[in-house]
């Protein structure tokens, strides 16, 4: 079974940056479109950022410019920079790894608070 491993959350301040990183067990991270998710109190979840087998990114309006997703297959992996931070990005981020409808895995989730 496919389990998604995921670090880097945490506390900063406006405009400051953080380092997502979401780490593929069981599977291969190649095989998966990967994504990262965000979910703030009481809002939808909804796309930040994804990433295809071949290598299509898809970001929020709301990221552009400022997040980037990358994948690392030989680690295994995937990350998502973030940059000029503000405290609408508060929220927690969750990552994704979709293969199909029947393979769609999600992480537990990581909490990131911007401070103003």
């Known amino acids: 079974q496919v389990r998604l491993v995921e670090s880097g959350g945490g506390l900063v301040q406006a405009g400051g940056s953080l380092r997502l990183y979401c780490g593929v067990v069981?599977?291969?991270?190649?095989?998966?479109?990967m994504g990262w998710y965000r979910q703030a109190p009481g809002k939808q979840r909804e796309l930040v950022a994804s990433?295809?087998?071949?290598?299509?990114?898809n970001y929020a309006d709301s990221v552009k410019g400022r997040f980037t997703i990358s994948r690392d297959n030989s680690e295994n992996a995937a990350y998502l920079e973030m940059n000029s931070l503000t405290p609408e990005d508060t929220a927690v981020y969750f990552c994704?790894?979709?293969?199909?409808?029947?393979?769609?895995?999600w992480g537990p989730g990581t909490q990131v608070t911007v401070s103003s």
């Open positions: 069981g599977g291969r991270a190649s095989v998966f479109t």
């Open positions: 994704n790894a979709l293969f199909s409808p029947e393979y769609n895995f």
């Open positions: 990433l295809s087998k071949s290598g299509i990114t």
